[in-house]
Structures are given as C-alpha cells and as structure tokens.
Nanobody
Framework: QVQLVESGGGLVQPGGSLRLSCATS????????MSWYRQAPGKERELVAT????????NYADSVKGRFAISRINAKNTVYLQMNSLKPEDSAVYYC?????????WGPGTQVTVSS
C-alpha cells in the first residue's frame, strides 16, 4: 500500500522558517523523482521544487528560488522542504508527490499559513 504523509506545516510569521517532511512507504522510494507542489485557495496548483531520484539535481519555481531547499534521504524514504524567509504569499496546502515514468503518487497535503 503506497503512502505519502506530509508533516511540519503550521502557522508562522513572515520571515520565519518551516521544514516540511514527507514520509513514504509502499514503493521503491529511491527510484522516484520527488516534488513538492502547493495550492492556495482560488489558485492553480504550483510546482514548487523537484529532486531527482539520487538527489543529484534539484529545480525550483522562481517564486521560491533562494529561499526553499528540497532534499531527500533515500535510506529513510523521506523527502524534505526547508522553507526560509517565508512570505504571506507562500501560504497554501503543500503536497509531496512521487513520480516514475507515468506513475504518480500524492500525499494528502499539509497546511502552511504565513501570517502575523
């Protein structure tokens, strides 16, 4: 049974930091490209960051470049998203996804709210 479970979301003040985690099971994590998406109310889902299966390459949306960092530990079947210098416009539900060819798995998401 495939499972992706995000954690680490919450309420943070502008300028603050959060670290999201996505613990996975039920598939060969080390073979999958992992990504974080986000979706704010009334907005389209946005690809935030991607990391290759080995962790050798990463890619970021322009809106988060220099502030967010995606990483993974294959031995723990977990992917992370370190979010620094958070802005109110970063508020959204954040989802982790696993992709291999045409297979894609999604987690249920975790809410991040940036507000004073």
């Amino acid at each position: 049974q495939v499972q992706l479970v995000e954690s680490g979301g919450g309420l943070v003040q502008p300028g603050g930091s959060l670290r999201l985690s996505c613990a996975t099971s039920g598939f060969t994590f080390s073979s999958y490209v992992m990504s974080w998406y986000r979706q704010a109310p009334g907005k389209e889902r946005e690809l935030v960051a991607t990391i290759t299966s080995t962790g050798a390459m990463t890619n970021y949306a322009d809106s988060v470049k220099g502030r967010f960092a995606i990483s993974r530990i294959n031995a723990k079947n977990t992917v992370y998203l370190q979010m620094n210098s958070l802005k109110p416009e970063d508020s959204a539900v954040y989802y982790c996804t696993a992709r291999l060819d045409f297979i894609r798995y999604w987690g249920p998401g975790t809410q991040v709210t940036v507000s004073s």
